[in-house]
């Protein structure tokens, strides 16, 4: 992808199931106060950027 043509090792472990945990509980609606919180501060901080894309 991108032209980028080297072999990456996939996830795995604590950091996987974490991952696969918060995209659980995101697509279901069913945030925990980590989550919300993390939501809060991501719109904090984009709210100070604008990206063009072209």
Same mark, same amino acid.
């Given at each position: 992808?991108?032209?980028?043509?080297?072999?990456?090792?996939?996830? +795995?472990? /604590?950091?996987? +199931? +974490?991952?696969?945990?918060?995209?659980?509980?995101?697509?279901?609606? !069913?945030?925990?106060?980590?989550? /919300? =919180?993390?939501?809060?501060?991501? =719109? /904090?901080?984009? !709210?100070?950027?604008?990206?063009?894309?072209?």
């Amino acid at each position: 992808m991108l032209g980028i043509d080297t072999p990456h090792v996939p996830v +795995e472990g /604590k950091f996987a +199931e +974490e991952i696969r945990a918060t995209v659980r509980r995101v697509s279901t609606g !069913q945030l925990n106060a980590d989550d /919300k =919180r993390r939501i809060r501060r991501s =719109r /904090k901080v984009l !709210q100070n950027y604008d990206a063009v894309w072209e």
